[in-house]
C-alpha cells in the first residue's frame, strides 16, 4: 500500500549525489528523501543495503555526497545521531557486560548530549520486556535476546529516523511479530527504513519500495500503481 501524501508531507532524511561504499563506490550516486512510514530496501545479497543504511546513520562516512537528518548533516555529531537509531548486524553492546550495565552506560553517554530526549528507564525495560534480562552478561544471551536488547538500546533516544537491517531474521514467531507491530507504530510517527529479503513480508509492512539495483536506488512506489511481489521480483538481478 501506498501513502503518497503521508510521505510528502515531511522529509526526515535526504540523501544528496550520495556515492557510499568502502575502497569503492558500492552503490550512488543517488538522490532520495524519506519520510515518516515505513520503507522497506530490498536487493540481493552484496548489493549494498548495509552499506548504504551505515551510511545514512553516519555509521560509516559517505564516498561523496551528502545523507542529512532533519536538513542536518549525520555527520554533525551526536545531536543529530540521538534522532537516529540504527540495529546493524555488528553488536553495539559490550558482551562482557550485563544488560543493564550496557543500558546504563548507554544512558549516560546520552545523558551527556543536551538535546537528547530519553525514554525513562523503566518504561524502556517494560516496552522490551528486559527485566528478566538484566542480570545477564550480553555474550550469554540469544540472538533473539541481544537484538531485544538492541532494540531498547537504539529506542532510548525516541529517534525520528529508525533504520534496522533485517530486523526480522532470525527471530522466533512470537517476538518477529511483536517486532512487526514495534515497526508498525513506529511508522505510524516516524521515518522506519528495513532492509529485508522476504517479499511478502516488506508487501505486508511498508508503504514504500526502494531497491538496490547494481549502483542504482529504484524507488517502486514512485506513483499510485500497485506494487507487486512480481514486480519486485522482476526487478532484483542476478546476485553480484
Ligand atoms: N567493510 C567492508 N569493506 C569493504 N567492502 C565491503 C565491506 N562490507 C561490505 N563490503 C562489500 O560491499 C558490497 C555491499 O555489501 P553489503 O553488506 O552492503 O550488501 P547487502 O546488500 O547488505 O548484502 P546482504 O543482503 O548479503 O546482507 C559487497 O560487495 C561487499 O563485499
Keep these: 500500500m501506498t501513502t503518497p501524501d503521508r510521505r510528502s508531507a515531511e522529509i526526515v532524511a535526504e540523501a544528496k549525489d550520495l556515492v557510499v561504499g568502502y575502497d569503492r563506490a558500492v552503490v550512488g550516486p543517488i538522490n532520495v528523501r524519506l519520510g515518516p512510514g515505513i520503507t522497506a530496501l530490498l536487493g540481493r545479497n ?14 560509516i562516512p559517505a564516498v561523496s555526497g551528502r ?23 555488528e553488536l553495539a ?49 540469544s540472538r533473539g535476546q541481544r537484538q531485544r536488547v538492541e532494540m531498547a538500546r537504539l529506542a532510548m533516544t525516541d529517534p525520528d529516523f529508525v533504520v534496522l537491517d533485517e530486523p526480522l531474521t532470525g527471530l522466533d514467531p512470537v517476538y518477529a511479530a511483536q517486532t512487526r507491530e514495534l515497526l508498525r507504530e513506529w511508522g505510524e510517527t516516524r521515518t522506519v ?13 511498508a508503504d514504500r519500495f526502494l531497491l538496490v539495483q547494481g549502483t542504482d536506488l529504484i524507488d517502486l512506489s514512485h506513483d499510485d500503481s500497485e506494487v507487486t511481489e512480481q514486480i519486485i521480483l522482476n526487478h532484483l538481478e542476478p546476485a553480484a
Excluded at 67 to 88: E, I, K, M, T
Aim: with cysteine; proline share 2%.
Design 46 to 59: 552484496g548489493a549494498g543495503k548495509t552499506t548504504l543504511m551505515r551510511t545514512l546513520c553516519g555509521v
Design 67 to 89: 545523507c542529512s537528518v532533519f536538513g542536518r548533516d549525520v555527520s554533525d555529531g551526536a545531536a543529530v545521531r540521538s534522532q537516529v537509531g540504527y540495529l546493524g548486524h
Design 93 to 141: 553492546l559490550a558482551s562482557a557486560l550485563t544488560v543493564k550495565q550496557n543500558l546504563a552506560f548507554w544512558r549516560e553517554v546520552w545523558e551527556s548530549i543536551p538535546q537528547a530526549t530519553l525514554i525513562d528507564h523503566d518504561d524502556l525495560i517494560g516496552r522490551f520486556d528486559l527485566t528478566a534480562l538484566l542480570g545477564q552478561r550480553v555474550r550469554s544471551l
Design 193 to 205: 527504513l528495513y532492509s529485508t529479503h522476504s517479499v511478502p513480508e516488506a508487501l505486508e509492512l
